[in-house]
């Protein structure tokens, strides 16, 4: 059951038939960058960005993935004024230069942190920007609750890495799966999967393996696989 208190959620994701969502272990090897270099692989990739710009107007990403695809670096980035990003950066990983892309780019960018020397905090005057910051560690369910009571956010597209996606599901903030499957197999033990953090080992950690209930299942063109999954977040053991 999806709590009325918080945001309603759906992982996004783009992985191979062996659940990697990247193409290795550094920085340098991404999916959107090493896919459309792969015959068998590459004509069919543009499906996965058709269904990215269906997904919901607000778009929940980490500085690190944005950092990894240069917007840091680049002078500017595509027009997205339809969408509302909400970035949730520590480290940071992103500049004021990254940060000012953003801006330029979404129609609002909420910048989530709980680093009070982020460059982010040199732009607090910028009408389109919302800093939310926790003081200590970022609490992702709270953080889910003030999208919605505060800024009157129903839906979010979720699209971040396999150790946030971990934190998100032991939280059971995840409501749904929306899955494109690329049709190649990645390997690698160290290669980043859906769903990383702390492996399973005892009883109490099988509460969080949570069950899926399959909604739609489509076969895309070139051999790329579309699921839709609503999460059953109320894990029972017999």
Known sequence: MISNNRVETTLFLLQSVDGKISTGD?????QEVDFPKIKGIKEG???YYEFLL?????????GTVLAKIGVNIRNELEDHKDVNMIVIDRKPHLTKKGVNNLLKSFNKLFLVTNNKNHPVFD????????IIYYPTNIDLKDLLIKLK?????????????GTLNALFLKQKLIDHISLIIAPCLVGGKTTSTSIDGKAPRTIDDLLNIKALTLKKCKTLKYSYLH???DVINDTRLD
């Open 45 to 47: 990739l543009y499906q």
């Open 26 to 30: 550094i920085d340098e090897r991404d």
């Open 54 to 62: 269906k997904t919901d107007r607000h778009a929940l990403i980490t």
């Open 123 to 130: 732009l607090e005057s910028e009408k389109e920007l919302e």
């Open 227 to 229: 699921l839709y999954y």
């Open 149 to 161: 009571q505060n800024y009157n956010i129903n839906r979010v597209s979720i699209q971040s890495g």
